[in-house]
């Protein structure tokens, strides 16, 4: 059974830190592309970064020079660093992989980021 856990999340203040991690199990992780999505209420899930089995890395827009997302294989777990976190970064945070054309996704972590 394929199993994504995410952890991390908390509230800071803006221009603080955060760090999330997402430890899978269940499905051999090093060949595994993954990814951090985020969500607010009422909109739809949207994609941070992304993260290749040879350490390709990929983010959106908002986050380029703030977030980076890294793995570990030997731990099965894909981390993402939010550094000088804005209101806007706040979301439910989840994490990702597709495999044989399946959507796996974690539970979601709350990031809250006041003003």
């Known amino acids: 059974q394929v199993q994504l856990v995410e952890s991390g999340g908390g509230s800071v203040q803006a221009g603080g830190s955060l760090s999330l991690s997402c430890a899978v199990s269940g499905i051999i992780f090093r060949f595994l592309t993954m990814g951090w999505y985020r969500q607010v209420p009422g909109k739809q899930r949207d994609l941070v970064a992304t993260?290749?089995?040879?350490?390709?890395?990929n983010y959106a827009d908002s986050v380029k020079g703030r977030f980076t997302i890294s793995r570990t294989n030997a731990k099965n777990t894909v981390y993402l660093q939010m550094n000088s976190l804005k209101p806007e970064d706040t979301a439910v945070y989840y994490c990702?992989?597709?495999?044989?054309?399946?959507?796996?996704w974690g539970q979601g972590t709350q990031v809250t980021v006041s003003s």
């Open positions: 990702n992989t597709v495999f044989n054309e399946k959507d796996y």
């Open positions: 993260i290749t089995s040879g350490g390709r890395t």
